[in-house]
């Protein structure tokens, strides 16, 4: 689940760089501004003035998006800024993860944090786990 925040957080920041790059391509190709540039709409026929306009507003929108989308960075500082261990269950929870307000969401235990964990609970230090008699079994 976090590889697949990674990679949509990845995609948003292409998709808002491909907008800014591609606005500012339409505002030079449109040029409003400059007579002297005929842009060609499909099947040969040039633009006329006020869809050049269009265009470049258009581009400005796109430009604007792109810089003040918050998508990206909406979820900075929300979630935890350490990594925190549930007490009751052991489940670990890393840096960045949403919890209900510090709480494991199986336990509804307060969870604490990772670092030292061990050092104040020795007793769940030293559990050996069952291994499986065949290592057939174990996949």
Known sequence: MKNKTIKKKNSSVFIRLVLFLGGIYGIFAAAP???EIILYHRGGYPTDTT???????FCI???VYAVLDKSTIKDRGLGLYEDH??????RVFLR???TEE?????CKVLLEPLEGFYDRYPELKNVKEKLPKN???FK
């Open 33 to 35: 501004w400059n007579k």
């Open 51 to 57: 869809a050049r306009w269009a265009i470049t507003v």
């Open 61 to 63: 929108i796109a430009i």
């Open 85 to 90: 261990i549930c007490p009751k269950c052991e």
């Open 96 to 98: 960045g993860e949403k």
């Open 102 to 106: 510090n709480i494991c969401p199986d």
């Open 135 to 137: 290592l057939k079994d």
